[in-house]
């Protein structure tokens, strides 16, 4: 089944300890993609991916870190983590000239940062 | 900056009942339109995608429009049902990497 799927779902962390969300696909996509939603504020971009090794910035990036050396994986870092980055985080992929950039998502990461 | 407005923000109707979702933007300059469905604490689901060369897109019971010169999208659900209870979220790409998003509509669909 074509899937992006993360881990982990739920998180409850505090202040300033690292963490990382995983995020995989097995669609061989080549693009991939991290949302944050916020209450009022939306989807919103973090960082996107168009291939491996190559990553850059969307609207919100502060305070996240990615990496892209594999193809199908494409983790979002917090290095110290922060009350105001609580929030539901999505990745997303797609390929460039299937089915006109078709977004799929993974089922989200609630993380919580006391 | 392209911006995305959805209206209303909620919606309550009663099982049968056709309805219509409106999707606004302001910059016609669209790659393609995709209209999702968010259920409760869960992930998007694609709906439907428009291309920008497009006028509307079907799905079963779903029916999305697009009309670029007036920077609107309407998504047409038929006989609705209370499974279709969730929030639907259009969100556009550009010629960025990126989608942008409107912040939603919640409809209840009461049996």
């Known amino acids: 089944e074509a899937q992006v799927t993360q881990n982990p779902r739920y998180l409850i962390t505090v202040t300033g300890k690292k963490l990382t969300v995983t995020c995989s696909q097995n669609?061989?996509?080549?693009?991939m993609s991290w949302y944050r939603q916020d209450p009022g504020l939306g989807l919103r971009q973090i960082y996107y991916s168009m291939n491996v090794e190559v990553t850059d910035k969307g609207d919100v990036p502060e305070g996240y870190k990615v990496s892209r050396k594999e193809k199908r994986n494409f983790p979002l870092i917090l290095e110290s983590p922060s009350p105001n980055q609580t929030s539901l985080y999505f990745c997303?992929?797609?390929?460039?000239?299937?089915?006109?950039?078709?977004?799929?998502f993974g089922p989200g990461t609630r993380l919580t940062v006391t | 900056k392209q911006e995305v407005t959805q209206i209303p923000a909620a919606l309550s109707v009663p099982e049968g009942e056709n309805l219509v979702l409106n999707c606004s933007f302001t910059d016609s300059a669209i790659y393609n339109l995709q209209w999702f469905r968010q259920d409760p604490g869960k992930g998007l689901t694609s709906l439907l995608l428009i291309q920008s060369s497009q006028r509307e897109q079907t799905s079963g019971r779903l029916n999305a429009s697009l009309d670029k010169s007036s920077g609107r999208s309407t998504l047409y659900i038929a006989a609705s049902q209370p499974g279709d209870s969730a929030t639907y979220l259009c969100?556009?790409?550009?010629?960025?990497?990126?989608?942008?998003f409107g912040s939603g509509t919640r409809l209840l669909v009461r049996p």
């Open positions: 997303a992929s797609s390929q460039p000239g299937q089915k006109y950039y078709e977004q799929y």
């Open positions: 969100a556009l790409k550009d010629s960025s990497y990126k989608l942008i």
């Open positions: 669609m061989n996509h080549e693009y």
